[in-house]
């Protein structure tokens, strides 16, 4: 892990100022916090926010921003007005990211700093991601990855160095929680942020509700999976106070990228060729 915060911080050092796409997750706060060390004040922390990214989260990036002491400015990214996203297709997620990244690197111009940066990290490189392409495209930098960062090796770091983050739990777009296919509106996206919020209020770690139309799936993680099934009823009247007409509980549990489990091998295969480095 030494090695690799070494070659993260002669990375950094290849250039003068920076920007970085900053979510408040685990891996843009880590990188925030090691870049500031390399940049000082020409570093620039850029959120933006959109009906896919919740109000919690926002307040957490911010809060986080002025823990670090690092600039930070708030933009709007709407990617449902994006043509084409709302539709949901398997590479949806490159739609969203060229938006993003081409509205920040417009910003680092008019700013005059040198570097976009983001927070993926080695384990991204091997995953479905179509986001990754519009990152190639757009020149945007992901020194986490380049330097062989783990998810596992930032959150140890990042309890060395007393980040909040080390715990948090990962955190993917709300888009992310629909079956490809399905139209995507605010009203759907705001149904999942709010039930989101409350049941993360009874003390789940990690955990995710797809939203399947009118059905909220819910995936725990093993280790919780006795107490989702203890607070079934709160779970239950959350996800119907929230709109949705059915609840249920995955047996498999909580898994990253679990709608992404229906599209063929092929399709995933293609954007694994394109985007690995």
């Known amino acids: ?39 000082g004040d020409k570093l620039l922390l850029i959120t933006a926010t959109s009906s896919t990214y919740p109000f919690y989260e926002l307040e957490e990036a911010k809060s986080l921003a002025e823990l670090l002491g690092i600039k930070h400015k708030i933009i709007v990214s709407e990617e449902i007005d994006i043509p084409g996203y709302a539709d949901n297709p398997p590479d949806r997620c490159y739609y969203c990211k060229s938006e993003l990244f081409g509205k920040i690197k417009h910003i680092a111009s008019l700013e005059g700093y040198e570097a976009v940066l983001d927070g993926s990290n080695a384990d991204d490189l091997n995953d479905f991601r179509p986001g990754m392409r519009a990152k190639l495209e757009k020149g945007v930098i992901s020194p986490l990855a380049d330097s062989g960062f783990t998810k596992n090796e930032i959150r140890r770091l990042s309890a060395i160095l007393n980040l909040p983050t080390a715990t948090k739990q990962s955190y993917a777009c709300l888009a992310s929680r629909f079956p490809y296919g399905e139209k995507i509106t605010k009203i759907k996206l705001d149904r999942l942020a709010t039930a989101e919020f409350e049941v993360r209020k009874l003390g789940f770690t990690q955990f995710r509700i797809r939203s399947h139309e009118n059905l909220a799936r819910l995936e725990f993680i093993p280790s919780e999976m006795d107490k989702a099934w203890e607070t079934k009823d709160m779970l239950t009247a959350i996800c119907k106070n929230s709109g949705f007409t059915f609840v249920t509980i995955d047996l498999k549990g909580y898994r990253t990228g679990s709608m992404n489990e229906v599209l063929p091998e092929s399709v995933k295969a293609s954007f694994l060729k394109t985007d690995k480095r």
């Open 1 to 39: 892990m030494d090695d690799n915060l070494n070659l993260l911080k002669i990375r950094l050092k290849e250039y003068k100022s920076a920007v970085i796409a900053f979510s408040g997750g685990v891996d843009s706060t880590f990188l925030a916090r090691i870049a500031k060390d390399v940049f």
